[in-house]
Nanobody
Framework: VQLVESGGGSVQSGTSLKLSCEAS????????MGWYRQAPGNERELVAT???????TYGDSVKGRFTISRNNTENTVVLQMNNLQPEDTAVYYC???????????WGQGTQVTVSG
């Protein structure tokens, strides 16, 4: 299984971006899919996750601004990020959980830079 991310970039404060991730090669629906981020000098932190049953979890700093959604049939997850702020600048990593044997997958990361 490979997690293929798209949608990062550089934007101005207050604007929006959408990140997408596809679990390529998966022959089953991943239990959990979501996003983590890591800024320089910081630890990787939770942004948002969603289970295959629709249960979502958000990091405190993004609640009310970011929305995660999944397509179980296509094994894709989308993160809609609104009202972006400079502190959202980080590398965003797609994350997937198989749901068995603690198997997890990570994408290669996509840079999001917010200025202004």
């Amino acid at each position: 299984v490979q997690l293929v991310e798209s949608g990062g970039g550089s934007v101005q404060s207050g604007t929006s971006l959408k990140l997408s991730c596809e679990a390529s090669g998966a022959l089953f629906t991943l239990y959990g899919m979501g996003w983590y981020r890591q800024a320089p000098g910081n630890e990787r932190e939770l942004v948002a996750t969603a289970t295959d049953e629709g249960t979502t979890t958000y990091g405190d700093s993004v609640k009310g601004r970011f929305t995660i959604s999944r397509n179980n049939t296509e094994n894709t997850v989308v993160l809609q990020m609104n009202n972006l702020q400079p502190e959202d600048t980080a590398v965003y990593y797609c994350h997937g959980e198989a749901g068995v044997a603690d198997i997890v997958y990570w994408g290669q990361g996509t840079q999001v830079t917010v200025s202004g």
